[in-house]
């Protein structure tokens, strides 16, 4: 007999919410057979299993979740692994000129944000020596008065 999972199984292993779960599965991304009264418990299956484990890899991936079931859709089609290798090099490809596209706005927000930062400290520095004057002035003043 197959291994079998129920929803509160896959949660607890993937640390996931039931929600998220039935959330994939409203995606089309896992299809549980359905047991008990009136179809009310999910039962997961191993392939089960496994697509959820892809999804979330994909994720972690920055991959989206129609090109995580595109890229594993694929995989439930016949063997002939060039086209889902191709297409998951695709995928690939376009998610790390996005990332690069993020990286160098970054870098420029940062250098944005140094620049800020280094000014600010510059008129601190003004302001803080202006006050000090003042400061030393006001002493004098009643040093001598004494």
Do not use: C, W
Request: proline share 3%; net charge positive; aromatic share 4%.
């Amino acid at each position: 007999m197959a291994i079998t999972y129920s929803i509160s199984d896959l949660a607890r292993e993937f640390d996931l919410t039931t929600r998220a779960i039935r959330f994939y599965e409203d995606l089309g991304l896992l299809q549980p057979e359905r047991s008990g009264p009136g179809g009310r418990n999910r039962v997961y299956s191993g392939r089960d299993r496994t697509r959820l484990k892809l999804t979330l890899r994909a994720k972690r991936l920055g991959l989206s979740l129609t090109e995580a079931k595109e890229i594993i859709d694929m995989y439930d089609s016949p063997r002939d692994t060039g086209p889902q290798l191709q297409k998951f090099l695709a995928v690939l490809a376009d998610h790390q000129k996005q990332l690069e596209a993020q990286m160098t706005d970054l870098q420029a927000n940062m250098d944005e944000l140094k620049a800020h930062q280094r000014e600010a400290r510059v008129l601190l520095g003004k302001s803080l020596s202006k006050s000090d004057a003042k400061s030393n002035a006001a002493k004098g003043k009643k040093d001598h008065a004494e």
